[in-house]
Every structure is written in structure tokens, then in C-alpha cells.
């Protein structure tokens, strides 16, 4: 039987890829082989992320200053990672922020960044990726959700929404696009500690306790707790997997 997880001399690219989660995962992809695409806006926060991959990784590692919020962007993305590699078998749509407000709170401009950053970007790059993988006769999409794709928070709405929305995009491309042998599925992190969620424990007195308290692993995760579901998901050991939002949480979910 071939090597279900290998992903030698695959192409994938990983937006928000330069730090926390994405940057978890870039790394767990480059460990099995993945060369990588690190899209994101802040081009000296990438460019330490690939210097950090290539150095402790054999494989090739390109960054690139991307908005993908914009219309074109992704596109570019995609013409430029075909340029370098010449092939895009593996996106991770994982580019997102937060801002945390009481619902009455927010302006129409801070509800359309985080909807734009977390949800409008997912479809833009899916889009832009997808001719390349019909013709190559496959290729995997990764999306990030969130806990709040399942759970409410009085702080959360936009955030919220855009990953619930996330999961049922993520359902729609998978089922638009089976034929082509494309498999769509998303990842649903739990309290995971990075620099967002840092502020949020800030933000939210209380909350690190009652994570780890809610928790049945008893702890926060971390970027590297990602890994193992991104390699599956982005692997021929998902061929047969798509349409699903696979929570990683430590029991989170399960817990009442």
C-alpha cells in the first residue's frame, strides 16, 4: 500500500500561513514533504515564517504579500504559485481576525472586515485555485473554522457568523465539486493558544480556567495539536472524505 500520508513534492498554499495556527500547519505539511505558498498581508511577519520552515525543512518555501480579501488577489496568488511550481494541489484557507464587541457595539465597517478576512477570502481563493485542480484531476481545500462555528459568544457575532458560514461553504464546494475529484472539508480548532487568543484571555477575565475547565484533555491546545488533522485532511487518506467540519478541541465539543 502507497504511503497514505506522504505529500512529497505536493504544492500547498496556506493563507494567514506566517504565524499561530497557519504557521502550525505550514510546518506540519513541510514535514511530509509539502513545498508551501505562505500568503499574508504582513510581508516582514512572512518572511521570518519562511526562513523559520526552510531552516528546520528540506522542502521549498515561497512568501508572498497577498490581501486576499481582494477581488484579484487570490488570483495573483495563483498565477504566482503556478509560476514558482508550476502546480497547486493543497490550499488551507486559514487568514482570519476577530474583533470582540458586544453586537450593539460594532459599526457596519468592523462587521464587513471580519466577514471579508474570514469568509469572503475562503471563497475568493477556493475560486481561484479550483481551475488549476479540475485540470490536474484533483486537489484539496482546507478550511478553518472555529469552535464559534458551533457555539455562540456574546463578543463573537461577526466572528462567529463567518465561521458558521465557513462550515457551510466548506459543504458547498464539496459537494459542487466531487466530480472533479476535489475534496473540500474543514478544521474546527478549539482554545488553541496564540497571540489572538492571547488578547481574547485578556479581553475575557476568566476564560483561560474555564477553558481548561470545559476542556475533558484538560488544557489549551496549541498550533502543533492542528497538525496531524491537516496532513489527513490534505493526504490520499482523505480521498474518500469531504463535506466534513472535524473539530480538534480536546473533547470541547463533547462536553456538556
Given amino acids: 500500500m502507497k504511503d497514505l500520508f506522504n505529500l512529497q513534492d505536493k504544492v500547498a498554499i496556506v493563507t494567514g500561513g506566517n504565524g499561530?495556527?497557519?504557521?502550525?500547519?505550514?510546518?506540519?505539511?513541510?514535514?511530509?514533504?509539502?513545498?508551501?505558498?505562505?500568503?499574508?498581508?504582513?510581508?516582514?511577519?512572512?518572511?521570518?515564517?519562511?526562513?523559520?520552515?526552510?531552516?528546520e525543512f528540506s522542502t521549498r518555501v515561497l512568501g508572498l504579500k497577498i490581501d486576499?480579501?481582494?477581488?484579484?488577489?487570490?488570483?495573483?496568488l495563483a498565477a504566482k504559485t503556478l509560476e514558482a511550481f508550476g502546480r497547486i494541489d493543497i490550499l488551507v484557507n486559514n487568514a482570519g481576525i476577530n474583533i470582540r464587541k458586544l453586537p450593539q457595539d460594532y459599526t457596519a465597517a468592523e462587521w464587513d472586515e471580519v466577514l471579508e478576512t474570514n469568509l469572503r477570502s475562503a471563497f475568493l481563493c477556493s475560486q481561484a485555485v479550483y481551475p488549476t485542480m479540475k485540470?490536474?484531476?484533483?486537489?484539496?481545500?482546507?478550511?478553518?473554522?472555529?469552535?464559534?462555528?458551533?457555539?455562540?459568544?456574546?463578543?463573537?457575532?461577526?466572528?462567529?457568523?463567518?465561521?458558521?458560514?465557513?462550515v457551510q461553504l466548506t459543504r458547498s464546494l464539496a459537494v459542487a465539486w466531487a466530480p472533479d475529484n476535489i475534496q473540500v472539508n474543514a478544521i474546527l480548532p478549539g482554545w488553541i493558544t496564540t497571540n489572538l487568543t492571547r488578547q481574547a484571555q485578556i479581553d475575557m477575565p476568566g476564560l483561560k480556567e474555564r477553558v481548561v475547565a470545559r476542556t475533558p484533555v484538560g488544557r489549551w491546545g496549541k498550533p502543533d495539536d492542528l497538525v496531524g488533522a491537516a496532513i489527513f485532511?490534505?493526504?490520499?487518506?482523505?480521498?474518500?472524505?469531504?463535506?466534513?467540519?472535524?473539530?480538534v478541541d480536546g473533547g470541547y465539543s463533547a462536553m456538556l
Fill in 68 to 76: 486576499v480579501r481582494q477581488e484579484e488577489q487570490p488570483r495573483i
Fill in 233 to 247: 485532511l490534505a493526504s490520499p487518506a482523505a480521498d474518500f472524505i469531504t463535506g466534513i467540519a472535524l473539530p
Fill in 135 to 166: 485540470t490536474a484531476g484533483g486537489g484539496k481545500i482546507i478550511n478553518i473554522g472555529s469552535m464559534t462555528s458551533l457555539f455562540g459568544g456574546a463578543k463573537l457575532a461577526p466572528y462567529g457568523a463567518s465561521k458558521g458560514a465557513v
Fill in 20 to 55: 499561530g495556527i497557519g504557521k502550525g500547519i505550514a510546518r506540519g505539511l513541510a514535514s511530509v514533504g509539502a513545498n508551501l505558498v505562505i500568503a499574508a498581508r504582513n510581508e516582514a511577519k512572512t518572511t521570518e515564517a519562511v526562513h523559520d520552515i526552510q531552516k
